[in-house]
């Protein structure tokens, strides 16, 4: 009975420090002008907090992200509406996303510090261009021709 109560003492104690860690996301909705269009962020985000930016689009639209950071463990993600799995993770693909939507919604932009960072409550600068376009991403794979 004893380790039961210590147990439940020792996660009620640890709390706190799971609480500090859940900042909420600073959101930003992002308006075009038309179904189309691109806008330039400049902003910080510090230790655990996210800044989210939010932008509906329609199936077959081109999203374009490009990323700069001052800080190398600050990176983003690109998650579609009701995915269960980024559609894009920065800290693997890298700082540039450029790909035709696969459905109509609102797609989030998500950009993050690293956990080693965050822990340090380390700053990122950063710069942050998003496009939405009718074309074709500008950066696609042509497909391989083989020679005869």
Known sequence: MNTWI???LASLMSLPAIAADALPPRVQQ???KS????????QKIKGYQTAEYKLVAKAG????VDFKSSNTSAYFNVAAPGADEALFNGSIMGDH???AVPADGEYTVQVYLMRNAARRQAVASYSLS???SDNAPTDA???ATKSP
Do not use: N, Y
């Not at 639209?61 to 374009?64: D, E, G, V």
């Open 35 to 42: 179904e189309v269009g691109s806008v330039q962020f400049k």
């Open 141 to 143: 794979k042509k497909p």
């Open 130 to 132: 998003l496009w939405l």
């Open 97 to 99: 996303f450029a790909a």
């Open 61 to 64: 639209q081109t999203l374009t």
């Open 30 to 32: 992002v308006t075009f």
């Open 6 to 8: 210590a147990a439940a």
